[in-house]
């Protein structure tokens, strides 16, 4: 659990600005491409944190979904020996346009089995995207994110603002949010019938 969220939520702007930065520059050497690997994992493993630790959120966010595009297997799935030629087992030529839940694409990279740079014709940028696929979801498909998904993802979270929380006990007793939200919350009122 996540006791003070802002520390998080400044990090994921953090590192959406590195990547935008890398991203955008004229020579890329293994050293970014490690950089950017690692931004873009703690990126993903801080808004699943988010997520994972309740009141943090807002509902609102919450709900956001991010654009990618599916690649469906036409080989054999990617193992340990050839995952690095994925190209050959998936159709990259076609994707299918799909929606995922933030905690979904968070866990396609979280769990990458194959994680790759996509790279556009021209130099400039010199990454316009990444594929991803974990162990589960490599059997079936491959997907790819845009960087400039990613990063409206990384600061749709990081600056997202819980306003007002509502809570209750459930039956255990224990205290839980029911609602997060941006906006403040109208108190319900008693009416004769909830008297």
């Given at each position: 659990m996540i006791g003070d969220s802002v520390p998080w939520k400044e990090e994921l702007l953090r590192v959406a600005g590195s990547i935008?930065?890398?991203?955008?520059?004229?020579r890329w050497t293994d050293r970014t491409g490690f950089l950017v690997e690692r931004d873009v994992?703690?990126?993903?493993?801080?808004?699943?944190?988010?997520?994972d630790t309740p009141g943090k959120i807002s509902d609102e966010t919450r709900r956001e979904t991010v654009s990618v595009l599916s690649h469906r297997l036409v080989g054999q799935p990617p193992d340990l020996y050839n995952r690095f030629e994925f190209w050959t087992m998936f159709d990259v030529e076609h994707g299918t346009k799909e929606e995922l839940s933030l905690r979904e694409s968070c866990n396609r990279i979280i769990h990458s089995f194959v994680f790759s740079f996509s790279a556009p014709e021209e130099n400039v940028p010199l990454l316009d995207g990444i594929y991803v696929a974990s162990d589960r979801s490599s059997r079936k498909s491959l997907t790819y994110?845009?960087?400039?998904?990613?990063?409206?993802?990384?600061?749709?979270?990081?600056?997202?603002?819980?306003?007002?929380?509502?809570?209750r006990r459930d039956a255990d007793g224990r205290m839980q949010v029911i609602r997060a939200s941006q906006s403040n919350i109208e108190p319900r009122r008693s009416t004769p019938e909830t008297r």
């Open positions: 935008e930065r890398r991203a955008n520059q004229q994992m703690a990126g993903s493993f801080a808004v699943r944190k988010l997520l994110i845009r960087v400039d998904e990613l990063l409206r993802v990384f600061r749709k979270v990081g600056d997202d603002d819980v306003v007002s929380l509502a809570m």
